[in-house]
């Protein structure tokens, strides 16, 4: 078969006046005003704070539609940190940009799929206020909270600020651009207070931000306070970053690569900070990385990534100990040893397929070592090793043993 | 920061002299000559000059050395006038050159400033729209119409306007600043001004609010991509908020720093608007001096420019130093 690497203007067209249609629809779902009856739903198990169920986000593009995460599961248990890794555009930042629905519209969109959240909201009344039952010693009023579980892929957008920075928040991979520059570190970490605490006042604000840099471990928190973004080295606007995304108790915490602009020195004590606020918050973290020794460190379950899929998933035990899937085993071959004197790196040869044209079969079969015949069929179901390992690969369906 | 602005007229002085030497220079390499000129429409009844006259009338005008040494000598002497707050006497309208400048800015002035605030009235909204619709219906609407506004050539326009709004429909007085055949006092003295500006300023606001918007709208789309307007929506704020006070403020940055760069155009006059709609503006008065070959009153003309030139820039670096917190002047 020829394979063909040019489209022709005749064809980019048709293929944009397809997109731009299913581009639309999804958009203007997106935006349309819903009954909150309408994203509520249930968790599968209440033991977990997260589920994301079948999800698919897809970009629009004149090339064709990409399909950047292409029918993930998995789950965030309550008070764990799960990590997920995988090599760059396998779509593990998609997702947790489809969790917060961060994505750029109109051309990153969530197909289809269930993101099923636990949230602890205010209790509301018919307007969307919430109801004050009373107030504490200092005269604030007190808000009563509730659980509700929300699909979050089916929320309008103007009910997302619900979740975002109260519920959820993230901490993003790049510290350097990721404050604003022309306003105060205090004026940004104040505006979470106020968005989410109903009747903050600006001492209490300010009280708050002056709290949460202390305990990201910030020395001279009020002069920080008082700083704008340029003023700081990139380790301590991460922590800034970590200290606003700390402000409002969220219950899940996304971490999109915290480390990865950062010297290793640094990276050591921001991961140092992370591991110590997970025993201090009340919440689960969601750690995405392609560095599997922060992974060996910090989570307890880990997600593997490849082309859009979950290929693999377990605990950080089963993971590292007894991988299976072929790219987790060459991924773990890859990793940098202290006892190896090999002069080279072991790396998994060819590369990841065109996202535009997936094959119908496994994603990994043109560079996996251990192909069998079946590999040519069908991609492979989800295949259970124990209660919490998963695989998706056709040696270990029953019958395959070697 | 004082030392900063002292330094930076300090500096100034150096580049308008700089301004000063060219300007003069290419005047008096100009084809045409006042005095030649002048010579033509005299003599053009049939009477004959003589040439002790000629010679006599250059001497006036101090043009009679042509030579490298003449002209230098030329510049110098204007140098020298200068340091005595002297810009000379205009050829063409007799008078100093400061007292037609003085006379003639006002309603230059006047037309620059309101059609420059209903500029950017108009101009920020519309950029701000188009960049968070982009690609929309919206957005395609605004960048059509806008792109209209910049390919017209004012001349073609402002005429248009003119047809049709005081010509066919007669809303309007087609030319002049003031009904010479009235005299209003008062209120009324101020309607019959607005009257007589408001197919002028229209033209204008018309064919520059392209820019602007364009402006506006790519620094927007490029604020929108950043990162940390991905952060401010992560914090849960609404997409009012993220727009109006996270991306607004940083947009604001270059639309600022432009502000300040208008300064010498809200003086200079609409050279080809004033002629259209035949305004006694100061870019009227300075195309028909351009024409005589006007030396004293180029030069003052093109020197008051300069220098508004000058105090700009050191403007718009001040004003980026106070939106730009990341800036520092030393």
């Given amino acids: 078969m020829a394979e063909k690497h040019y489209l022709t203007g005749k064809e980019i067209r048709k293929i944009a006046k397809e997109n731009k249609k299913a581009m639309m629809a999804l958009e203007k779902e997106k935006w349309k005003k819903k009954p909150e009856s309408e994203f509520l739903t ?48 396998c779509g593990k930042s998609v997702t ?57 892929a089916k929320m309008p957008m103007n009910e997302i600020h619900r979740i975002r920075g109260r519920q959820i928040s993230m901490i993003f991979q790049e510290p350097m651009t990721s ?140 993971i590292f100990h007894n991988p299976m899937h072929p790219y987790t085993i060459g991924l773990q071959k890859s990793k940098p040893t202290m006892q190896s004197d090999s002069d080279t790196l072991f790396n998994i040869p060819g590369n990841v397929p065109n996202p535009i044209n997936m094959p119908k079969h496994c994603f990994f079969k043109e560079r996996c070592d251990k192909c069998i015949k079946k590999c040519g069929g069908e991609y492979p179901q989800m295949i259970k090793i124990s209660d919490t390992h998963f695989v998706a690969c056709h040696l270990y369906e029953e019958g395959e043993n070697e | 920061m004082l030392k900063y602005i002292l330094k930076r007229l300090g500096l100034a002085i150096l580049i308008l002299l700089g301004v000063s030497l060219i300007i003069y220079t290419l005047i008096r390499c100009m084809p045409v000559s006042f005095i030649d000129d002048k010579i033509a429409q005299l003599s ?66 006047a037309v620059a400033l309101i059609a420059t605030i209903f500029e950017f009235m108009i101009a920020i909204p519309l950029g701000v729209t188009a960049a968070t619709h982009q690609y929309s219906i919206r957005d395609y609407v605004v960048t059509i119409l806008v ?40 209120g009324a003295l101020l309607l019959d001004y607005a009257r007589h500006m408001f197919i002028p300023i229209l033209t204008v606001v018309i064919l520059s609010i392209g820019g602007r918007m364009r402006m506006t709208r790519t620094n927007m789309l490029e604020v929108l991509n950043s990162d940390y307007i991905r952060t401010a929506r992560a914090k849960g704020l609404k997409e009012k908020k993220v727009i109006y006070k996270h991306a607004f403020r940083n947009t604001l940055i270059p639309l600022v720093t432009s502000l300040a760069g208008l300064l010498p155009s809200l003086f200079s006059g ?25 030396i004293p009153f180029i030069m003052g003309y093109n020197m008051f420019l300069a220098l508004l030139s000058v105090i700009g820039v050191l403007l718009a670096d001040l004003m980026y130093a106070w939106v730009d917190p990341r800036v520092k002047l030393s």
């Fill in chain 1, 42 to 89: 249930t968790m599968k198990d209440e033991n977990n704070i997260l589920e994301i169920d079948n999800l698919n986000t897809y970009f629009f593009t004149d090339q064709g539609v990409v399909k950047a995460v292409n029918g993930v599961s998995f789950n965030i248990p309550l008070h764990k940190t799960v990590g997920i890794v995988g090599e760059s555009g």
């Fill in chain 1, 96 to 152: 947790s940009m489809s969790v917060m629905r961060l994505l750029q519209g109109p051309q990153g969109q969530i197909a289809s799929g269930e993101i099923r959240f636990k949230a602890s909201d205010y209790k509301r009344d018919a307007k969307g206020n919430p109801i004050a039952t009373g107030t504490d010693e200092n005269g604030n009023p007190i808000y009563e909270t509730e659980e509700k579980i929300y699909d979050i």
């Fill in chain 1, 179 to 318: 404050l604003n520059p022309v306003f105060t570190i205090g004026n940004q970490l104040d505006e979470v207070t106020f968005i989410h605490q109903p009747g903050a006042t600006k001492e209490s604000a300010k009280a708050k931000s002056l709290e949460m840099l202390n305990l990201v471990g910030i020395a001279a928190p009020e002069r920080v306070y008082n700083s704008y973004p340029h003023e700081l080295s990139g380790g301590m606007r991460q922590r800034v970053m970590i200290s606003m995304a700390l402000a409002c108790d969220p219950r899940l915490i996304i971490a999109d690569e915290p480390t990865t602009a950062l010297d290793v020195t640094i990276q050591a004590q921001i991961l140092e900070l992370l591991r110590d606020l997970k025993e201090k918050m009340d919440g689960s973290i969601m750690l995405i990385t392609h560095d599997l020794g922060v992974i060996a460190e910090m989570a307890d379950y880990v997600v593997v990534m490849y082309a859009g899929r979950v290929i693999e998933m377990g605990t950080v035990r089963e």
């Fill in chain 2, 44 to 109: 053009q009844g049939g009477a004959t000059i003589p040439e002790e006259t000629v010679q006599n009338m250059k001497k006036l005008y101090g043009l009679e050395d042509d030579s490298f040494k003449g002209i230098i000598m030329g510049y110098l002497n204007w140098l020298k006038n200068l340091c005595k707050f002297d810009f000379g006497t205009s050829f063409k309208y007799g008078v100093p050159v400061t007292q037609v400048i003085k006379e003639h800015m006002g309603v230059s002035f």
């Fill in chain 2, 147 to 186: 792109m209209i506004g910049i390919s017209l050539p004012s001349f073609f326009f402002g005429q248009l306007l003119k047809d049709i709004f005081a010509m066919k429909l007669g809303w309007f007085p087609p030319s002049g600043i003031l009904d010479g055949t009235q005299s209003l006092t008062g």
């Fill in chain 2, 270 to 294: 609409a050279i080809i608007t004033e002629q259209v709609f035949d305004l006694p503006g100061i870019g009227n008065k300075a195309f028909q001096a351009m024409v005589a070959a006007d």
